[in-house]
């Protein structure tokens, strides 16, 4: 033994402090590495999210112009707010793209995974496939979607013309604009949705649904009582991240294929956000209907997770 372990043995016994045991030293080294592991992430979020949130909320505090007039308003860009027939119409219209988009990704998205978990052929390259939209660029995406859906030019309006069916104009008539973007949507997020109920499905042990063939369930029975129930963590992350993602997304898609047109009808809330900052310079408002959107997410998160106890089941 080394003078110096023994110098170390000999101050922790006059200090009175016992000696760490091997697994004490096991655990202190595993704190250790993973406070660096996470500290690099901690300080990206902390400097790109919770600043930025901040300043969000500071900054509706404030009339800015952009070119560097700061004035303090207090309450004035909230007041302006309230009483704004356009932002309580981006509320309205997001509300109905939420709508019609949530329900559709968790139908459309359980309904791929079920069908890719069976033994199909080809089935590998049919997973890939639906998911390949989800990993190409969104405004690439809107671009294609907008040639597609194009009058007259557009493949979607040739196809119709085969059938007798005159031009109809999907992204120019303010009935049918909203409606084309939710569809395009639920086209381009349903592989990600897919694979997150692939990977909760593959998770149920399968002894279940072999007990219950046993008992003679059908397959509607082994749906409703074996594969829905043990979902519920799945179901649970998917409904409050797609939530999140149709009210702060939709930005790039909206931009590229309509403009927020026609006649406002597809003006989602974050597109109303972008407008008042970059288009009409009034940044601290934007940055007031920022703060509002944030707080109602973190709302409806917590909603969530009070309600079905963050997907948990009943044992836990």
């Given at each position: 033994m080394s003078a110096v372990t023994v110098s170390r043995t000999a101050g922790r016994a006059r200090s009175g402090a016992p000696a760490p045991t091997g697994k004490a030293a096991q655990e202190r080294r595993q704190r250790r590495a993973a406070f660096?592991?996470?500290?690099?992430?901690?300080?990206?979020?902390?400097?790109?999210?919770?600043?930025?949130m901040v300043l969000s909320v500071v900054l509706g505090f404030f009339r800015m112009d952009g070119f560097g007039s700061f004035d303090f308003i207090g309450l004035g860009n909230y007041v302006r707010m309230a009483g704004d027939p356009q932002f309580w119409s981006s509320v309205r219209i997001t509300l109905l793209y939420l709508v019609g988009v949530v329900p559709a990704i968790f139908v459309v998205g359980l309904g791929l995974a079920l069908l890719v978990q069976q033994k199909i052929p080809f089935v590998g390259a049919i997973r890939s496939m639906l998911f390949v939209p989800y990993v190409i660029s969104l405004v690439v995406v809107a671009m294609v979607w907008e040639f597609m859906l194009s009058e007259r030019t557009g493949v979607i309006s040739r196809l119709l013309g085969l059938f007798g069916v005159d031009d109809v104009a999907f992204l120019g008539e303010p009935s049918l604009a909203l409606g084309t973007v939710v569809v395009i949507t639920v086209?381009?997020?349903?592989?990600?949705?897919?694979?997150?109920?692939?990977?909760?499905?593959?998770?149920?042990?399968?002894?279940?649904y072999e007990a219950a063939r046993i008992d003679g369930a059908g397959a509607w029975q082994r749906f409703r009582q074996i594969t829905l129930p043990l979902l519920r963590p799945t179901s649970f992350f998917v409904v409050v991240t797609a939530t999140v993602a149709v009210i702060t997304g939709g930005l790039d898609l909206v931009f590229v294929l309509t403009g927020g047109g026609p006649a406002g009808a597809t003006t989602l809330l974050i597109f109303y956000v972008y407008e008042q900052a970059f288009l009409f310079g009034e940044l601290g408002y934007a940055a007031a209907i920022g703060s509002v959107l944030v707080l109602v997410m973190l709302a409806w998160s917590a909603l969530m997770f009070a309600v079905t106890r963050g997907g948990r089941f009943d044992n836990d």
């Open positions: 660096w592991f996470l500290l690099p992430d901690s300080l990206g979020l902390f400097v790109f999210v919770a600043v930025p086209w381009f997020q349903m592989g990600y949705y897919m694979i997150i109920f692939l990977a909760g499905l593959q998770d149920i042990p399968g002894e279940y």
